[in-house]
């Protein structure tokens, strides 16, 4: 079994928070020496922020990819989407997604009782850290039991990135939230699920999960992670994903899973 520069966790122009074309991205990922990518583009249907809602041209998407898979046959690149949950809207998402043919579904959340931590001075305002941390982790659970049609979650710990916490205080650590924690690693070890490594941190050189998270993870027997950068500019392509690799694998972590036509191809870490 073979090792692999991948990025599974990427956005472009067509993310409405993206500022990389696809042609960008490709050539940024080259130089890096990445030998594949998964475009994640957001889908946040019924996000509370009008701008977020925006969804991607997916056939100049597709006629992008393919310009750019001729252009760089030395980079593979998959079709991916990442999926925002919001539970109003659970039947609506499902619909949409299981319409197009992706190689790979990131499921991930970006809203707490319909308000994205992104907009900090409405979300954390008055809020105590463990309460906040504690109803972003059971509202995961509920996210992660709710869908079965993913590959791997996004991000948990999303919402450090925004906290207006020290950064001692910023990470969502294990020992803090066991049961929530623990629910959610149970629900994607049992169903073959991936743990996304997303190394877009709360600073610029640290991932989430908190590697407290990562341990448990292993200790409970989940094998398969994927990594991604969450780029959305060629600066964030593939940062840190090579250090955060090393780390994984010094906690205990072997595999790391690409897809193809929703498929796991499994490659050493
Ligand atoms: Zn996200
Ligand atoms: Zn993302």
């Known amino acids: ?13 067509f993310s409405y928070d993206g500022e990389q074309s696809v042609d ?8 890096l020496g990445v030998e594949e990518v998964c475009l994640t583009e957001h889908l946040d249907l019924g996000h509370p922020d009008e701008e977020c809602q925006g969804i991607p041209a997916w056939d100049i998407w597709e006629r992008e990819i393919r310009y750019c898979s001729q252009k760089y046959p030395m980079l593979k690149i998959r079709r991916g989407i990442e999926v925002g949950d919001k539970a109003e809207c659970r039947e609506e998402i499902k619909k949409y997604v299981a319409a197009y043919a992706w190689d790979y579904i990131l499921l991930s959340l ?10 900090k001075d409405v979300f954390f305002q008055g809020k105590d850290r463990k309460a906040c941390y504690a109803r972003y982790l059971e509202t995961i659970a509920d996210t992660v039991t709710h869908y079965d049609d993913f590959d791997s979650l996004a991000h948990i710990g999303y919402i450090s990135r925004y906290a207006p916490w020290s950064d001692e205080e910023k990470p969502v650590r294990y020992e803090d939230y066991r049961d929530a924690v623990d629910c959610i690693l149970r629900s994607l070890i049992e169903r073959g699920k991936c743990l996304e490594i997303n190394t877009k941190g709360y600073t610029e050189d640290t991932f989430v999960p908190d590697e407290s998270i990562i341990r448990r993870y292993l200790a409970l027997g989940g094998e398969l992670f994927t990594f991604g950068s969450d780029g959305h500019t060629t600066i964030q392509d593939y940062h840190l994903v090579e250090t955060a690799k090393a780390r994984v694998r010094e906690l205990g972590g072997k595999y790391q899973v690409a897809f193809h036509g929703r498929k796991p191809e499994i490659y050493l870490i």
Do not use: A, W
């Open 24 to 31: 960008e991205m490709c050539r940024r990922m080259l130089d």
């Open 1 to 13: 079994m073979k090792t692999r520069r991948m990025d599974y966790h990427v956005h472009t122009l």
């Open 110 to 119: 970006h809203l707490v009782d319909n308000v994205d931590p992104y907009n």
